[in-house]
């Protein structure tokens, strides 16, 4: 299935980082999401009902990440991955986190890809 949902740079403040002090206060992170949702795009009949609201998933992300405190972002990626796929009827699911943290790079970034089981 190719039918796909992209949302581009959701930007989420979240605790997290390796160090204690880096993770008292929250820094800014960025989210590119690819959903593939249960069904494809082809019978929706333009109705919201069938389709996944792209909304509702930037706030359940925001929401779950400003609520954890993780040292690793590969563990931030993995867990809102898994949670997304749990809450919404998502076949499949690409999450990108960036942070933005070294001085000498744009950003560091970890891509996980999780499918229902």
């Known amino acids: ?34 959903l593939w949702p249960s069904g494809g795009l082809r019978n929706l009949d333009d109705q919201i009902a069938r389709a996944v609201d792209y909304s509702a998933v930037c706030e359940e992300t925001k929401n779950f990440a400003q609520d954890r405190s993780d040292r690793l972002i590969e563990t931030l ?17 690409t999450v990108e986190l960036r942070k933005y943290i070294m001085p000498d790079v744009e950003f560091v970034s970890v891509t996980v890809t999780r499918e229902r089981t």
């Open 1 to 34: 299935m190719n039918d796909h949902i992209h949302i581009k740079q959701l930007e989420i403040f979240a605790h997290v980082g390796v160090p204690d002090e880096e993770r008292t206060s929250a820094q800014r992170l960025t989210f590119n999401l690819t």
């Open 77 to 93: 990626a993995d867990a809102v991955a898994n949670h997304l796929l749990e809450n919404f009827q998502l076949e499949r699911i």
